[in-house]
């Protein structure tokens, strides 16, 4: 078994930056591709972000491009999610994930290991 842990989140004002992180623990040998996912109030959880095993490839929803980079240190088993240039839209549950084999990266259900989600609120 994985157990993920987000950290980082909080209250900050638009324009401004956050990093968010996510710590692996248990079987981290069975890790493959990782991704940021996040949910709004009222709305479903939609994919943010995705970094291959070898962290070699990023993926990004066209919303976030430009201003989030995920990044991942294999040695420490972290992943990460750099927040540039917030905006109130932003503003969500984000949720680290892991998948033990590729599929379609988009979709929650390629994702076996699920943290339990840190809140970020982007508010003047």
């Known amino acids: 078994q994985v157990q993920l842990t987000e950290a980082g989140g909080g209250l900050v004002q638009p324009g401004n930056s956050l990093r968010l992180s996510c710590e692996a623990y248990?079987?981290?040998?069975?890790?493959?591709?990782m991704a940021w996912f996040r949910q709004a109030p009222g709305s479903e959880r939609i994919w943010v972000a995705t970094?291959?095993?070898?962290?070699?490839?990023?993926y990004y929803v066209d919303s976030v491009k430009d201003r989030f980079t995920i990044s991942r240190d294999k040695v420490k088993n972290m992943l990460y999610l750099q927040m540039n240039s917030l905006k109130p839209e932003d503003t969500a549950v984000y949720y680290c994930?892991?998948?033990?084999?590729?599929?379609?990266?988009?979709?929650?259900?390629?994702?076996?290991?699920w943290g339990r989600g840190t809140q970020v609120i982007v508010s003047s």
């Open positions: 248990g079987r981290t040998g069975d890790i493959g591709a």
């Open positions: 994930a892991a998948a033990s084999s590729w599929g379609d990266m988009k979709k929650n259900s390629t994702y076996g290991y």
């Open positions: 970094i291959t095993r070898n962290g070699d490839k990023t």
